[in-house]
């Protein structure tokens, strides 16, 4: 593929609810650029951006697609997202090195629940954004219906750039604002408006001006002073207008029948910032803040926004150069792992079609194979330069299963299977629960889980079973109490005697085990102090009501016996095992729960369901706020009553509830919930 210069790349994020037609608009932006000689369809998986075989099997996206389209004589990479909000990593990736975003809407269903979720997103970047409401060419579309839509459901100045021409099976067209001219045909080719027409483009030419004059207090005073601005006025204005978020573009089209999308483009060229003024870009030098210009020749750095896990390639990372120049065998060094890299070959992709390329200048998007420690979020740069460019913020994982092994032969790839799963999607986490024997996956939601098992399978040749995770309870006391244990045992031969006294008490959080020796008057020789803390560290592990590990506890052994031939090793650790277990119960044992913080933002009209549900999960609401129409909750809330929570949360806000959990410490769990932790457990020993 050829060489771009920054100032001739566009980066654009398609982003909107699950089917309004962002692959579809990606195929229709490719096959305009000639690569393509036949438009894809995502129903009989043949778009370019869909190539997985879990994406061809649901017809719909799933991973984040980069899609390099060539366009009088500039680059736009589309960075084709998921609709689906278990997939959010994917959008953060994509923002993460867009400079700007266009929202689909679907003309006949308008504001969807994945069009509030990327608003959210785009506002939490500060991105630019156009939106294009698409399927202007299906029954019920409706144009005017939809704008009215935007305009109520969310804060903003929206000036339509095109207008439709006809609409459902009238649909012939688009003519544009901003020249006048009309565009009819899937080529593209600009016509005289219509007629008809003429009224309704005088009004929104009118709206166009204004909002751009308004951009620029020199326009504006020109404006107002009745003169005629020019065309590079009026397109300059409305450039900064759009940067500045004070104006959101509106455009139409229909993806499927290539209606509108080669003005699309070029609205794109000429009114998304260029890498080179999407600058400068924030870094950290040494932990300090400083500022990168965005140049081609300024100092390497890139960022690796994400990583595919190829079973027969290996590791390919996807970077975006945000200064500097890179080629091949460039040696750069990974400013996290604080380790160097030799590039090889470098190649942009295309979906799945890897195109080499000789360098990548600042603002590209490019790929590499075969990076020995880079992952994710790492920056590469020039040894020395100390560049570190601030990866892209995933949320924490929302929901989890455990995962174990189907057959013996998946038990030994399990572990490396997992870990390059992970190494795909950020939004997933894996670790080993010991304190429940498990294995626990984790990520943003069910239909994630799925994909992420189907992957195992089918990717890595890994089966595993999954179930609902047990809750990683603690067990400790809440009082002191003392016992004793004795151990006896004469087999004929040589005897084992031991016999400990000890206390047990409340510890500090954290601590552990806190292990004293108080025995005077030589009762017990020292030389068994090790072995009663190792019976006691036997049963700290399992647990003692439960199975479940014993945390926070200060033991203290003062008194005893010893044998001069019987007492060993062994005979000291039962003992001090077996004494442990006594005081442990006489000391008002209780369970501990994790809890989290919770933040949920949900609709106006559905707190009062989300508050009243969160009472029934024991949870303690701290704070209640309003953002942009939005209800903000924020809640502590055992882990137990959100193993779930985030099915139950969107069927009660129809998905327009979104929430981050994050981990606060241990608390006590009430009594009449640790008799069901027991009960639990002696029916699973059963």
């Known amino acids: ?98 400079e700007a975003a266009i929202i689909i809407v679907d003309a006949v269903s308008g504001v969807e629940v994945g069009t509030e979720l990327a608003w959210q997103y785009l506002d939490q970047r500060q991105l630019p954004r156009f939106v294009f409401i698409n399927k202007m060419d299906r029954d019920h579309a409706n144009f005017e219906r939809t704008l009215k839509a935007l305009g109520e459901a969310f804060d903003g100045n929206f000036v339509p750039l095109l207008l439709p021409i006809g609409s459902e099976a009238d649909f012939k067209g688009v003519v544009s604002v901003v020249d006048g001219k009309a565009y009819l045909d899937a080529d593209g080719k600009a016509t005289s408006a219509p007629a008809e027409m003429a009224t309704a483009l005088e009004e929104a030419n ?70 080179v003024e999407g600058g400068p870009y924030p870094i950290l030098i040494n932990d300090e803040e400083s500022e990168l210009a965005g140049t081609a020749d300024g100092p390497v750095a890139a960022l690796v926004f994400k990583t595919i896990a190829d079973p027969f390639v290996g590791r390919i990372n996807i970077f975006r150069v945000f200064s500097g120049t890179v080629q091949p065998d460039n040696r750069l060094y990974n400013s996290n792992k604080q380790t160097e890299e030799r590039m090889g070959g470098i190649f942009t992709l295309r979906g799945k079609e890897q195109l080499p390329v000789d360098s990548i200048m600042a603002g590209d998007i490019a790929a590499v194979a075969k990076l020995s420690h880079t992952a994710t979020g790492d920056t590469l740069a020039a040894k020395g330069s100390d560049i570190i460019l601030p990866p892209p913020k995933f949320p924490n994982p929302l929901y989890a299963v455990s995962v174990r092994p189907a057959t013996q032969a998946d038990s030994a790839k399990i572990g490396s299977a997992l870990s390059r799963l992970v190494e795909e999607d950020p939004t997933l986490n894996w670790h080993n629960e010991a304190s429940v024997r498990q294995m626990i996956l984790s990520g943003m939601g069910d239909v994630h889980m799925t994909i992420a098992v189907n992957r195992l399978k089918n990717k890595f040749g890994v ?73 006691i560290h036997s049963v700290m592990g399992s647990g003692v009501m439960a199975g479940y590990p014993v945390v926070d506890i200060k033991v203290a052994v003062y008194d005893g016996k010893e044998h001069p031939v019987d007492s060993k090793d062994i005979a000291f650790q039962i003992a001090g095992r077996e004494a442990f277990k006594k005081a442990f119960l006489d000391a008002s044992p209780v369970f501990m729960e994790p809890i989290y913080k919770v933040d949920a933002t949900v609709p106006e009209e559905n707190m009062g369901d989300i508050l009243g549900d969160l009472n029934t999960r024991r949870a303690r609401v701290l704070g209640m706020n309003t953002v942009r129409g939005k209800s903000v909750i924020t809640a502590e809330v055992p882990y137990a009553e959100l193993l779930r929570y985030a099915n139950d949360l969107r069927s009660m806000t129809q998905g327009r509830g979104i929430y981050s959990i994050e981990f606060l410490r241990y608390e006590k769990v009430p009594t009449h919930l640790a008799q069901e932790i027991i009960a639990a457990s002696k029916k699973e020993e059963e």
């Open 463 to 535: 089966n595993v079973k999954t179930d609902v995770p047990k809750v990683p309870y603690r067990e400790t006391v809440s009082r002191t109490a003392s016992a004793y244990h004795r151990h006896k045992k004469q087999t004929g031969g040589a005897g084992q005697f031991g016999e400990v006294h000890l206390r047990v008490e409340p510890g500090e959080e954290g601590s552990g085990l806190t292990y004293t020796w108080e025995v005077f008057g030589g009762a017990i020789s020292t030389s068994y102090r090790p072995s009663i803390e190792k019976g």
């Open 206 to 275: 009118l709206v166009l001006v204004e909002a751009a004059a308004e951009s620029d207090d020199d326009l504006l005073m020109k404006y107002l002073e009745g003169e005629t601005l020019t065309a590079d006025e009026i397109a300059a204005g409305l450039k900064t207008a759009i940067c500045s978020g004070s104006v959101i573009p509106v455009l139409c089209g229909s993806a499927t029948h290539e209606l509108g999308v080669r003005i699309t483009m070029d609205l794109i060229l000429s009114l998304v910032p260029s890498p």
């Open 1 to 98: 593929m050829k060489v771009y210069t920054s100032d001739k790349i566009r980066n654009i994020a398609l982003l909107g609810h699950s089917g309004s037609g962002k692959t579809m608009l990606t195929e229709a932006m490719i096959h305009a650029t000639g690569v393509s000689n036949r438009l894809g369809r995502v129903e009989d998986g043949t778009t370019v951006s869909d190539w997985d075989e879990e994406e061809i099997k649901r017809t719909q996206s799933i991973n984040l697609s980069v899609v390099p389209c060539e366009w009088s004589g500039h680059k736009i990479n589309v960075l084709d997202t998921p609709g689906y909000p278990d997939f959010l990593g994917e959008i953060i990736s994509a923002l993460r090195v867009s």
